[in-house]
Each structure stands twice: as C-alpha cells, then as structure tokens.
C-alpha cells in the first residue's frame, strides 16, 4: 500500500526564513515517483518536481530545493528566503508504477511580510 | 503550456440534482483524472481514463460516474447529490506512459450541495 505523509498541517513564517516542508512516504516498490505541487489560493495545482526512485542527487532550482533520502523515505522540499507569493498548499505525491498517484494531505504554508 | 480548463469555478446545488462536471485539456493528453480535495485528506482519485470511452475506478468512486467520449473532455457525473459530496473537484490530464507520470491541474470546481 502506498503512503504519504505530510506531518505539517501549517507552517508561518515571516518573509525571508528559510522553510522546509517534510514528506515522508511508504512503498514496497523499488520503482516509483515523486512529486510536489503548489496550490495557490486560485485553486489550480502546480507541479512543481518529479523524481524517480533510482535518482537520489538533490535537486535545486532557484530558491527552491529538494532532499530525496531513500533511506529514512522523505522527500522534503526547502524554500529559501520565502516571500509572500510563496504562501500556499504545497502537497507531496507518490505514484508506483502501474498505480495511481496518492497525495499527502497537504501542508499549509504562510509567509507573512 | 498545458492547459486544463473546467467549466465552473463554483456551482450551488440541490440534493438530488444531477451535476454535471466538465473537464477540457488541449495538450492531447492520453489520460484524464478526477479528484475531489477535502480539508486534511489531501487529494483522492475518483476516476480515470486512459482513452477514449475508457475509465476505471479511482479510491471514491461512489456516487459519481464519468464519460469520456472525445479525447480533451472528460465529464464528472453526480447522479444525484448529496451533501456529503460538497467539496472541491480537480481535474487533471497526463500523457501516456503510466500513472506515474506528471498531471497537470485545471483550476477546480467549489461544489456546493444544499
């Protein structure tokens, strides 16, 4: 069965911190994908990254960066020196092959000015 | 870029009424999905299709039935509402390949039932 869990339901921060989002996931599968998206308050999903299980390099794009660890299964997403626009549902998904992708519950971020 | 459009942003209804839902992507995406997102469940998969007049079932599909008769539409059918299925619809469109590959999200439908 698969898994994802998002422990921050909310996080605030004020503008420039630093902030990572935690996912942790479960899977029996040696091949499987991972995602975040963002969900501004428009209400559309954003994707933002996937990554396959056989690539564990970090990633960074920007203010944005990623820490894929297969050991302790997280996969979390670092913002650095947030602004206000970076205020959102972030989720982080799982998709096996062969199966459907499964969303966390999403984390609630604010960054106030 | 992908673009995933639905036809409503929010939409009042009846219990018992019968919703129609309508999802258009333009990217000729093979596969189609619908979710419902509800506070602290994150989102979960209703129904899907991976062509024309194909679909099967997501994790909730009770309640709910889909058609998908041209390849850009893919339509979200509530037979018959109930309060319970208030709640945010998203629909998204991914190429072949599997269902591990990217989904792109329309902007959602607020669906409430009175």
């Known amino acids: 069965a698969q898994k994802v869990t998002q422990a921050q339901t909310e996080i605030s921060v004020v503008e420039k911190e630093d902030v990572t989002l935690d996912c942790v996931y479960e899977t029996r599968d040696t091949t499987y994908y991972l995602f975040w998206y963002k969900q501004p308050p428009s209400g559309e999903l954003v994707f933002l990254i996937r990554?396959?299980?056989?690539?564990?390099q970090n990633e960074i794009s920007g203010r944005y960066s990623w820490n894929f660890q297969k050991s302790t299964s997280s996969f979390n997403f670092t913002i650095t020196a947030s602004q206000v626009v970076d205020s959102a549902v972030y989720f982080c998904?799982?998709?096996?092959?062969?199966?459907?992708?499964?969303f966390g519950a999403g984390t609630r971020l604010t960054v106030k000015p | 870029d992908v673009k995933v459009t639905q036809s409503s942003r929010y939409l009042v209804k009846r219990t018992g009424e019968k919703v129609f839902l309508e999802c258009v992507q333009d990217m000729d995406h093979e596969n189609m999905f619908w979710y419902r997102q509800d506070p602290g469940l994150g989102l979960r998969l209703i129904y899907f299709?991976?062509?024309?007049?194909?679909?099967e079932k997501g994790d909730i599909p009770e309640g709910y039935s889909v058609s998908r008769e041209k390849k850009e539409r893919f339509s979200l059918i509530l037979e018959s509402a109930s309060t319970n299925q208030t709640s945010m619809y998203l629909c998204a469109s991914g190429v072949a390949g599997g269902l591990q590959e990217t989904q792109y999200f329309g902007p959602g439908t607020r669906l409430l039932v009175l």
């Open positions: 998904a799982l998709s096996e092959q062969n199966n459907d992708m499964r």
């Open positions: 299709s991976y062509d024309v007049k194909m679909k």
């Open positions: 990554r396959n299980s056989f690539d564990e």
